[in-house]
């Protein structure tokens, strides 16, 4: 029986065996490194959605904010405003989750949610208490609502392009030639792996002609 093993024939069917085994442990981690990578293109679609849903909101809002301040346009009620804000909050926390700023970049994340606050605040406040004459109106928005815009917008579009830079820094480290290399050099570091299985599967078949042997005798 070991003779049968151990010959040339018992060999190669040991070699591919070993081969197939290895193979699938190749197939495991290199399905998992695209999955990672399409993972990460669908990330950073989804932030570059919702964060462009947030910036022409927030324009969209203030411009309405303006047009009713200056209008006097009583027809806008200060719940629909507050179930903007709402709506713009989902969508907020949603980004805020799904960055990719740098650690050291926390502060910028820190600063933007203060400003929005901020400025959120502000403006649920003055829609339903502006003050009576046109004058004190315009006061109000030159002196106290637009620094307060500025402020969040500044905050915001300093976070994304933040997040786009980190975004670029990934990216650069999942381009297709990148992959390819990576999947190269997961094959190579699988070679000890595959002589280690072979090696155990001598020795086991080696212990198990031996106990049989045994056993006959």
């Known amino acids: 029986m ?3 093993f151990f010959s040339k024939k018992g060999i190669i069917v040991l070699l591919i065996f070993t081969i197939v085994v290895t193979f699938i442990f190749y197939n495991f981690f290199a399905r998992k ?4 990578y399409s993972k990460l293109i669908n990330k950073e679609a989804h932030f570059n959605a919702i964060s462009q849903q947030i910036l022409q909101t927030s324009y969209a809002n203030w411009a309405t904010f303006l047009e009713y301040a200056c209008n ?10 507050e179930q903007v804000i709402v709506q713009n909050n989902k969508r907020f926390d949603s980004i805020s989750i799904l ?12 600063s933007l949610k203060t400003s929005r606050k901020k400025y959120n605040t502000l403006i649920t406040y003055y829609y339903s208490h502006l003050p009576g004459n046109t004058d004190s109106i315009k006061t109000v928005i030159s002196n106290v609502l637009k620094p307060s815009f ?3 917008q500044y905050y915001l ?20 030639s990148n992959l390819f290399k990576s999947k190269v050099y997961m094959l190579l570091s699988l070679i000890p792996v595959f002589i280690i299985i072979f090696v155990v599967l001598l020795i086991f078949i080696y212990i198990l002609i031996i106990g049989y042997e045994i056993i006959k005798i």
């Open 33 to 36: 490194i695209d999955r990672e």
């Open 99 to 110: 960055n990719l700023l740098h650690p050291t970049d926390s502060l910028i994340l820190d």
């Open 157 to 176: 579009a300093k976070f994304l392009k933040a997040h786009n830079e980190g975004m670029l820094q990934i990216s650069d480290n999942f381009t297709y």
């Open 72 to 81: 006097n346009q009583k027809a806008i009620r200060i719940n629909n405003w």
């Open 2 to 4: 070991g003779s049968l």
């Open 150 to 152: 500025q402020q969040y």
